[in-house]
Each structure stands twice: as C-alpha cells, then as structure tokens.
C-alpha cells in the first residue's frame, strides 16, 4: 500500500512516482477513471463524471493497493465527511478497483445515510467495462 495526503490536483495522480511507474495495460483501466475525456454510458459516449469524484480534497488520504506489479485499487479515505453527521465509519468514501478476470472496474461511493440520526453509510457502486485494446482513452 502506498499512502498520498498532499496531491493538490488530478494531474497530480500522473505525476506521483507510484502512479506513472508503469502504463502498462494493468494499470490502464485507472488511466482511463483519472484521465478518459469520455465514457461509455447507455450505448452513448458521455462526459467522463468519474474524473470529478477523484479530484483530491483538502484532508483526504489515498491509498494504492497493487497486485504484484499492477494496480488493483485505488481509495480515498476522508473521516471529516462522516464525523460531521456523527456516523462511525471506517471505510473508504471512495473506492475504485479493478477485475482482471471479468475486465470490470468497480466505482464504491459511501456517504452517510439521509435517515435522522443518521447511522450509517449508503453505497452506491457502479460497474464498468473495460476493454483495454482501447488503452487508457475509455472505459464502458
């Protein structure tokens, strides 16, 4: 694991020693979360939103986890967003990973639940494919 809590931009990610050590495509499948201009989404291309949510955030913490020489997830930890609804939480609020086997990325938002008190997290995962003959331009 390898640890980030100062990148100040996106552009950050592909300039980080951990991130631009391999292009290989075992890694293409984060290009293509982090820097893709368009996704596949219904059967149309459509503006990559998954860029935004991996935009570093004053106190949040990345973690890489790889697989041998591969990157298999990436997660951001930020605590502030669940202490300030007092929900006891101790995951990830971001989580993006990749199936090596099924070519599918995983995308897990968390967020504190909208009942009152609030008492847990809500996840909402989204599932991608990834097709890497398209290299790091697109995911589906």
Do not use: M
Request: proline share 4%; net charge positive.
């Amino acid at each position: 694991e390898e640890f980030f809590s100062q990148l100040v931009s996106l552009s950050g990610w592909s300039d980080s020693q951990t991130y631009s050590s391999s292009t290989s495509v075992c890694n293409g499948w984060l290009q293509s979360v982090l820097f893709g201009k368009l996704i596949v989404r219904r059967k149309r291309w459509v503006k990559n939103f998954l860029r935004s949510l991996f935009v570093p955030k004053i106190g949040q913490t990345a973690v890489v986890k790889r697989h041998g020489h591969s990157i298999s997830t990436l997660e951001v930890w930020d605590s502030s967003i669940f202490s300030s609804h007092h929900v006891e939480y101790s995951g990830p609020v971001l989580q993006a990973s990749f199936d090596k086997s099924s070519s599918s990325v995983s995308i897990t938002l968390a967020h504190p639940c909208a009942s009152s008190p609030p008492s847990s997290a809500a996840k909402l995962e989204l599932v991608f494919h990834y097709h890497p003959a398209d290299g790091y331009r697109e995911a589906y």
